[in-house]
């Protein structure tokens, strides 16, 4: 069974940085193709990255294009997401997810099979 762990969320301000991190157990890690989503209030889970299991492919929409960076590290398990220039509308709840489907961008919630607990971010203007 795999689990997903997140960690490194917290309070911030606007145009400071952090580094999430989402822990892989049970499963061999390079198998899954990984994303980042993020809740809102009162909002739907949306992608915000996506990376494929050998790190040759990543995605970002727009609203985090040139600000967040999603990396792997195969050997440890570990995903990251390298979260810089923050901003109030980034607040929410992120969450990794793990997914076994090889396609080349995997961007739909549905698409992933295992998710983490999840972990707040928020930042203040």
């Known amino acids: 069974q795999v689990q997903l762990v997140e960690s490194g969320g917290g309070l911030v301000q606007a145009g400071e940085s952090l580094r999430l991190s989402c822990a892989l157990s049970?499963?061999?890690?390079?198998?899954?193709?990984m994303g980042w989503f993020r809740q809102a209030p009162g909002k739907e889970r949306g992608l915000v990255s996506f990376i494929n299991w050998s790190a040759r492919t990543a995605y970002y929409p727009d609203s985090v294009k040139g600000r967040f960076t999603v990396s792997r590290d195969n050997a440890k398990n570990v995903l990251y997401l390298q979260m810089n220039s923050l901003r109030p509308e980034d607040t929410a709840v992120y969450y990794c997810?793990?997914?076994?489907?090889?396609?080349?961008?995997?961007?739909?919630?549905?698409?992933?099979?295992?998710w983490g607990q999840g972990t707040q971010v928020t930042v203040s203007s």
């Open positions: 997810a793990a997914t076994p489907l090889t396609g080349s961008l995997l961007l739909r919630a549905n698409d992933y099979a295992y």
């Open positions: 049970g499963r061999t890690f390079s198998n899954y193709g």
